[in-house]
């Protein structure tokens, strides 16, 4: 086909996305090499004397790397194992088949910051129904947003609650994509519906769970609405993600040379690390 | 066994539901109360355990300068920001997705899978990273606090979306089709216009309805990038939240703003039983 015809479809998109990135992006590589901050607002050059200080002196930054790490993985795999089975349930013909796949689907449409307001009412320790419908039941009142330990699991529940349906949507569209032949093949054999589901049915879904997962790490990684709202990071700094300790430092304090130097770092670890999970994911799931 | 299987899957079912609707029932419910029901006890049924009163949704409609909430304006403004992002990126990613599903490139080392994954792998950039840049971008060009703004930024979040489940569709739609059509004395453009669009019509809605979801549940940009001229609806909301607690128009403000977008989850039902999404978002 002509040569210049495929420039014409790609170029407008591919420039825009460019365009628009392109500043931002060296803009944050030159503004961490400076030392811009509310009493020096200008872009002088430090060298790299921010990424010293990032790797020599600021346990809170991998710590809020490490608690993000830990929340958005353990939140996935909550999403993936409780969406895979919610689409099994599904998947075949169940009563009010179309009801429960649009309430399972509602979630995602919700805006997650607005959702968290209502969790927040939700969770109050003293006028939540939470704890109230606990409390009926003998259970002492549960500090979800104060207690260090229990505000991480208030967040997993809520970004489970937003999340899983995105997990849910993915997988089955792949299960209703997939080809007849082997379940027939299975039913001939008279396999159980356990050894169905090992031998068949997830093998099949693996490319599809992988690519599931990868994009629900990648939109996970980036929590920050539901904390902002739920816990603004705290008790102390007990649920600050990195996002959020970047805003903190970049955003309230004003030391936007620093803060450039956590986003630059924190994006190339991110890219690194998804990368690295991807490959791991495929050597563990599909089997040559 | 099977029975126990059964038994098991309905409680599951039934439980997962119970926990998807719980906090909208307690939003429907809270939003009829008034302070003394939201702050002597804990209530849930309206007549049973409290009189419901219509305070929270009569804010919403009252002006602000008599003490209302106004979410009409953000309202439109979270519709414009939303719709036309999403066209752009639809626009602008079909095309590109087109491109990169039917024609090879090659410059370097660069193939098809990098350019596809260039345009995918925006959706890593973490929001936080883009704001501080964005922020003064837009502030050197005088769009910040505005919509032309928002949009603007909305696109790079919206078109890896548009890219993502365009290029996968258009490799299911038929290359023969195409060729055909050039054939007839299509111009590629024709063909594409005339021919290849038509009949992605499926992919087309669920790119849109993926957009649609995602630019309008956005937060931390226009939390970052708009103060007082321009306000999206979930920065409204959350603003009332900092309040003291009148949690009754809080939880009718957010039923009003998450409403529209559950119709949405109908639609999506609807395309995923009748078996198009499956091809669009494999």
């Known amino acids: 086909m002509n040569f210049k015809h495929k420039f014409v479809f790609l170029f407008p998109g591919l420039f825009v996305l460019i365009g628009i990135l392109i500043f931002p992006i060296i803009f944050t590589i030159r503004l961490s090499l400076s030392g811009w901050n509310s009493y020096t607002p200008e872009m002088n050059f430090i060298g790299i004397t921010n990424y010293i200080r990032l790797f020599t002196d600021d346990p809170r930054f991998w710590e809020s790397f490490f608690r993000l790490s830990f929340l958005s993985v353990s939140t996935v795999i909550l999403q993936y194992i409780i969406g895979f089975a919610l689409a099994l349930m599904v998947w075949k013909e169940i009563k009010f088949k179309r009801f429960f796949r649009v309430i399972f689907l509602i979630p995602m449409m919700t805006t997650p910051v607005i959702m968290t307001v209502i969790w927040r009412t939700f969770f109050h320790e003293s006028l939540g129904p939470v704890n109230d419908l606990l409390g009926h039941i003998g259970i002492g009142p549960i500090l979800w947003l104060s207690d260090p330990v229990i505000a991480k699991f208030t967040v997993i529940i809520v970004e489970v609650w937003q999340w899983t349906p995105f997990m849910f949507l993915l997988l089955l569209a792949g299960l209703l994509s997939l080809p007849k032949e082997p379940f027939l093949a299975a039913a001939i054999d008279g396999a159980s519906p356990f050894r169905k589901f090992v031998y068949v049915t997830f093998p099949l879904m693996a490319p599809i769970s992988i690519g599931a997962i990868i994009i629900r790490l990648i939109e996970a990684s980036k929590i920050m609405d539901t904390v902002f709202v739920l816990t603004s990071g705290g008790p102390g700094t007990a649920t600050e993600t990195s996002s959020f300790y970047i805003y903190i430092k970049g955003l309230r304090e004003f030391q936007m040379g620093y803060a450039a130097t956590l986003s630059f770092t924190y994006l190339v670890i991110m890219i690194i690390s998804l990368t690295i999970i991807a490959k791991v994911l495929t050597k563990l799931m599909i089997k040559e | ?282």
């Open chain 2, 1 to 282: 066994m099977e029975k126990l299987y059964t038994f098991l899957k309905y409680t599951f079912i039934t439980l997962w539901t119970v926990f998807i609707v719980a906090p909208f029932l307690w939003a429907v419910s809270t939003s009829f109360k008034d302070f003394q029901s939201v702050n002597s006890k804990v209530t849930y049924i309206p007549w049973l355990d409290f009189e419901p009163t219509l305070e929270g949704w009569r804010v919403l409609v009252k002006s602000p300068a008599r003490g209302g909430v106004d979410i009409v304006e953000p309202y439109f403004n979270s519709i414009f920001v939303t719709c036309t992002a999403s066209l752009v990126s639809i626009v602008l990613g079909t095309l590109a997705a087109y491109a990169l599903s039917r024609f090879t490139f090659k410059a370097g080392f660069v193939r098809n899978n990098d350019i596809t994954f260039f345009f995918i792998s925006q959706r890593i950039m973490p929001p936080i990273v883009l704001s501080i840049p964005f922020f003064i971008f837009l502030s050197t060009i005088g769009l910040l606090d505005s919509l032309l703004g928002l949009v603007v930024v909305y696109i790079v979040l919206l078109m890896p979306i548009a890219v993502w489940i365009m290029v996968d569709f258009f490799n299911r739609v038929p290359k023969e089709l195409d060729e055909t059509a050039l054939i007839d004395g299509c111009n590629p453009y024709q063909a594409f216009y005339k021919v290849v669009l038509p009949n992605s019509i499926p992919g087309l809605i669920v790119a849109g309805m993926f957009c649609i979801i995602f630019g309008w549940i956005d937060f931390f940009f226009a939390f970052i990038l708009t103060f007082t001229e321009v306000q999206l609806l979930p920065v409204k909301v959350v603003a009332l939240n900092s309040s003291i607690t009148p949690w009754w128009s809080l939880s009718a403000s957010a039923l009003i703003s998450v409403a529209p977008l559950i119709i949405v989850a109908f639609v999506v039902e609807r395309y995923l039983s009748k078996g198009n999404l499956s091809g669009a978002l494999k």
